[in-house]
C-alpha cells in the first residue's frame, strides 16, 4: 500500500518534458517534490503565477507571493505572474498541460465530485469546475476508500458533481487505474497489494488484462 | 454574496449551511471572466466549466466544437473595491506578484472602482509600460495608512 508520498511519486513520473503542470491542494502540491530535475517543466497556480518554485526558506515569505492554496511560494526564474481572468484563460485554451487534483469520488465514465457534500461540508468549488471542464489530461490523486471505508472509485457518483466525463487516470494508494469508454482499466497494483485486494475495494467494475504490473516507486 | 472558495472559513461556512448567509457559489474562472466581462463591456459570454453540474442548472447551453458550454453574464456591480501596490493620481495601478490576482479583475467591473494603494504618486511618475490597469477603470483612490500583511498559510522550508 503505497503512502501520499508514493502517490505524488508515482504520479510525478506522468509529468513529461516542457510541460505545464496546475496542482491542486493536498496530495498534488507533493507531486512538484518528485519531478525529475533533468527535464524542464513549470508550475501553474490559477490565482495568477506560472513557474512557481518551492516555499521560501523561513523569513523570506511574501504575502504577495502566494499559490491557490493560500500558501507562500518563490518564483523560478522565467515566472510571470498575471491576473485570475488572465489565468483562468490559459486554462480554458488548454494551454496547460496536466491537471492533478483530488476527490472525493470519481465515477467509470470520468466524472467527478470534489466540491461539496450536501447539508455537510461546502467548502466551495474553487478553481476546480474550470480546471476539470478545460484540461486534456486530468489525473485523479486520492485515496481509494473513504474514512468510513467505502469506494470512491464507483460506476455513479453519489455527490454532486464537478465534471463530468473528464478524469483519465486515477492513481491511489493500491492502484493506478485508467478511465477509458468501456469503464476503470486497471493498469498497476501498488507493491504488496493484490488485485483481488483492488477488486475489494471497488465498487465500480474493474477491466483487468492479463497479469497487472507492480507499480514501480522511486 | 458571490464567491467561489470559502473554505478555512469556519464561520462562514456555518452562516451559509444555516441559511443565515445568501451564498452564490460560482468556479472561480467563471468568476474571473464575469468581472472581466463587465470591465470589457460583454453582456455574457459561453465556458465549459460547471457543465452537467448543478451549477449549470437553469442557464442556457449550447455546443461549440463539439463542446458543451454554459451562458455566463456579466456582473452588474454598483461599487468595485480594489487594493494595488503603486498607484498615481491619475488612477493609474500597479500591482504586486499574485496580488494581482481579482483586483485586476475588478477594477472598471462596476459603476464605481475605489482603489486603494499602498504608495500613492503623483502624475508621471510611473512608467506608462508598467501600467497595469489604466486609470480610466478607477474612480477613487487613496493611499491606505497602515499595511499589516497578514499570511493565511505560512509554508517555508528549512535552510
Known amino acids: 500500500m503505497l503512502s501520499k508520498e508514493d502517490i505524488a511519486k508515482r504520479i510525478a513520473q506522468e509529468v513529461k518534458d516542457g510541460y505545464y503542470v496546475n496542482l491542486g491542494i493536498g496530495i498534488p502540491t507533493l507531486v512538484a517534490n518528485y519531478v525529475r530535475t533533468d527535464i524542464s517543466v513549470e508550475f501553474q497556480s490559477e490565482n495568477g503565477v506560472l513557474g512557481m518554485g518551492p516555499f521560501p526558506f523561513e523569513g523570506e515569505e511574501d504575502a504577495d507571493i502566494i499559490n491557490a492554496g493560500k500558501q507562500t511560494i518563490t518564483t523560478l526564474p522565467g515566472a510571470s505572474f498575471f491576473d485570475s481572468a488572465f489565468s483562468f484563460g490559459m486554462i480554458r485554451a488548454q494551454k496547460v498541460d496536466l491537471t492533478i487534483l483530488g476527490a472525493m469520488e470519481v465515477s467509470e465514465n470520468g466524472d467527478i465530485a470534489n466540491w461539496k457534500i450536501p447539508g455537510k461540508m461546502v467548502k466551495g468549488m474553487g478553481g476546480a469546475m474550470d480546471l476539470v471542464a478545460s484540461a486534456e489530461n486530468i489525473i485523479v490523486a486520492m485515496m481509494h476508500v473513504n474514512k468510513a471505508g467505502e469506494s470512491k472509485i464507483l460506476k455513479k457518483c453519489t455527490l454532486p458533481l464537478t465534471g463530468v466525463g473528464c478524469v483519465k487516470k486515477v492513481v491511489t494508494e493500491l492502484a493506478v487505474l485508467e478511465i477509458t469508454p468501456k469503464g476503470f482499466k486497471l493498469l498497476e497494483r501498488a507493491p504488496d497489494v493484490s488485485v483481488e485486494d483492488i477488486i475489494k475495494a471497488t465498487e465500480a467494475d474493474l477491466i483487468i488484462e492479463g497479469d497487472i504490473p507492480e507499480m514501480s516507486i522511486n | ?159
Open chain 2, 1 to 159: 454574496m458571490i464567491s467561489s472558495y470559502v473554505g478555512e472559513n469556519a464561520e462562514f461556512e456555518r452562516q451559509m449551511l444555516s441559511g443565515e448567509l445568501d451564498v452564490e457559489l460560482t468556479p472561480q474562472g467563471t468568476l474571473a471572466e464575469k468581472c472581466r466581462a463587465a470591465q470589457a463591456g460583454i453582456p455574457a459570454f459561453f465556458t465549459p466549466a460547471g457543465y452537467g453540474t448543478e451549477v449549470a442548472e437553469g442557464k442556457e447551453t449550447r455546443e461549440f466544437n463539439g463542446k458543451m458550454h454554459v451562458m455566463e453574464l456579466a456582473y452588474k456591480a454598483d461599487f468595485s473595491i480594489v487594493k494595488a501596490w503603486k498607484g498615481d493620481e491619475a488612477g493609474n495601478l500597479i500591482f504586486k506578484g499574485t496580488a494581482r490576482n481579482f483586483n485586476a479583475c475588478m477594477a472598471g467591473a462596476a459603476k464605481i472602482t475605489i482603489a486603494e494603494v499602498e504608495e500613492l504618486v503623483p502624475v508621471g511618475t510611473l512608467n506608462p509600460n508598467e501600467i497595469h490597469i489604466p486609470g480610466i477603470m478607477v474612480n477613487r483612490i487613496f493611499q491606505g495608512e497602515k499595511f499589516e500583511k497578514r499570511i493565511e498559510q505560512r509554508t517555508v522550508r528549512q535552510k
